[in-house]
């Protein structure tokens, strides 16, 4: 039986040509019959793809080659987790909206978090205790299946809306405080926690690795509790059977960690839903005020 992996992967450093590193991605992929999401900038790699293992290893060591130092998260899956591949160019590698803002050397962010490892994480929680804050860097919907205990979810739908969330004044009583952020593999906080200390915030941390590497190391065991999701046809990610259940259904209140698609054409939006509401057409929506007019 052909065994089969995903690869999630950044690496933060200057591209003079973006463009040709995105056409060689692709044809490299192509290549290897790896399908997934691949961005690219004058900032860096992001990614997401997945195929045979043999194929993974292929790629892990021809990308080594351009992108040093880059660090490679291996997760359950294959090509048959994604509809296609997609390469491209963008201005950021995740949209905060702020390319201007950020800079990046060859060691990576210039100006952003403290790195922690995972049992660092677990230290300063146990030395500072509820002094230390998590923050989360997701989108709010992904903290609805599982987050750090504790932690804070600001009320943003896309990356976009941080820089207003965090201007608005509401995490200003934070500025004082170790703020740990987090996100699924690392990579908006490297930007999310340069942008916090831009704006004033003075002990900010992210998670080296995010909540995939954390999960690895402690599983259920830890501070994190529940599901993962995560941006392919999975939807969610587990680490261990143990797993806390902390989504419900929009409709009924059932347990389920799962999201579907509003039903709605116009709305669209990803709401968690059980099996037999979301096969109900009639009530396969998000319940908000749109959806029931």
């Known amino acids: 039986m052909v065994q089969s992996k995903i690869l999630l992967y950044y690496k933060f450093q200057p591209i003079s040509d973006p463009f040709a590193v995105m056409l060689w991605q692709r044809d490299l992929?192509?290549?290897l019959g790896l399908k997934g999401r691949i961005l690219v900038s004058e900032h860096g790699i992001n990614g997401t793809v997945g195929g045979e293992i043999t194929a993974c290893k292929r790629y892990v060591r021809k990308t080594k080659e351009y992108f040093k130092?880059?660090?490679?998260?291996w997760s359950e899956g294959g090509a048959e987790d994604f509809s296609k591949l997609s390469v491209k160019v963008r201005d950021e590698i995740v949209a905060f909206g702020a390319p201007?803002?950020?800079?990046?050397?060859?060691?990576?962010?210039?100006?952003?978090?403290v790195h922690l490892k995972p049992a660092e994480v677990n230290q300063l929680v146990a030395e500072r205790g509820d002094e230390v804050v998590f923050f989360d860097g997701r989108n709010a919907m992904e903290a609805q299946i599982g987050k750090f205990k504790g932690a804070i979810v600001p009320?943003?739908?896309t990356t976009h809306d941080f820089i207003p969330e965090i201007e608005s004044g509401k995490y200003d009583h934070l500025k004082d405080k170790p703020v740990i952020t987090y996100c699924t593999g690392g990579i908006r906080c490297e930007i999310l926690s340069a942008l916090m200390i831009n704006r004033g915030f003075k002990e900010v941390y992210q998670i080296d690795g995010g909540?995939?590497?954390?999960?690895?190391?402690f599983g259920n065991k830890g501070l994190w509790e529940g599901s993962l999701y995560v941006f392919d046809r999975r939807m969610h990610m587990e680490f261990g059977d143990d797993a806390a259940q902390l989504g419900h259904c929009v409709q009924c209140n059932a347990p389920t960690?799962?999201?579907v698609n509003c039903d709605n054409g116009a709305c669209r939006k990803q709401v968690l839903m059980c099996e037999t509401c979301a096969a109900s057409i009639e009530d396969a929506n998000c319940g908000s005020e749109a959806c029931q007019a």
């Open 211 to 217: 909540i995939v590497r954390y999960g690895e190391k």
């Open 29 to 31: 992929c192509e290549s």
């Open 155 to 157: 009320d943003v739908r």
């Open 100 to 113: 201007g803002e950020l800079k990046v050397d060859e060691d990576g962010v210039i100006g952003g978090g």
């Open 69 to 73: 130092g880059i660090e490679f998260k």
């Open 257 to 259: 960690n799962t999201f």
